[in-house]
């Protein structure tokens, strides 16, 4: 096998949890609160969901529209910083998280650095907007991430925005993001030249996970909520599970 590291600054190390979304069972998902109680539940890395308001600002969101997890209305890409910034993005939530905002991705950025956290950036972009997020988002994170600090992993179910960070940041680690596996993934994993592979935790077994490893990078799975399903999966040879909640799966946190 040829050394896929090469050029590629290494990951730091990956812990048994990621916590998704911030700590989205216990505070706002995509939210600066989320990811402080990540980081207080003892979590060690979180992932987020990055995308672009209509003025091209990058900011946390994990949906298309701004209805689920704010009190604002309709599509996000149709909306201003300005006007994002204005919308609860807690209170949705509990009243206990009210006048929590959508961050911006250098406030997300800021915090993570000063919490000490490991961070997987997922690009999330609006349709039609695939390169254009990665693009952007990418450009203003690596503009502010320390040379000392061991980089974001960047992953994207979208191949346009995959393809888009690889040019942009030709030496981070990039994560394989895929729900369904599809029937190129091994070229796109070394085309990419990806760092790990992040796949649905219910979609694999032990035998595709072994598959998966044949490629020599470690695999990542998402959403795992119990220590039962936490223990089994990690037992099929997964590295790091995201969770919802890191409290609740401290015993296997290692
Ligand atoms: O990156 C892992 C996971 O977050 C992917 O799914 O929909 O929760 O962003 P989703
Ligand atoms: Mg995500």
Partial sequence: MS?????ILPLGPLPRLIGHRGAARHAPENTLAGIRMAAAQGAKWVEVDVKLTADLVPVLLHDDTLDRTTDGKGPAKDLELGAMRRLDAGSWFSPAFRGERVPTLVEVIQLVLALDLGINLEIKPCP?????TAGVALTLA????????????????????LDMARQVVPR??????IDRRPANWRQRVEQLNVSTINVNARREDAASIREYKTTGRPVLAYTVNTVPVAREVLGWGVSSVFTD????????AG
């Fill in 3 to 7: 050394d896929f590291t090469a050029d």
């Fill in 172 to 177: 981070w680690p990039l994560g394989y993001l």
């Fill in 142 to 161: 690596y503009s502010l991430w320390p040379d000392d600090r061991p980089p974001p992993l960047v992953s994207s179910f979208a191949d346009a925005s």
């Fill in 245 to 252: 909640t890191p409290s609740g799966l401290a015993e296997i």
């Fill in 128 to 132: 039609g907007r695939e390169e254009e």
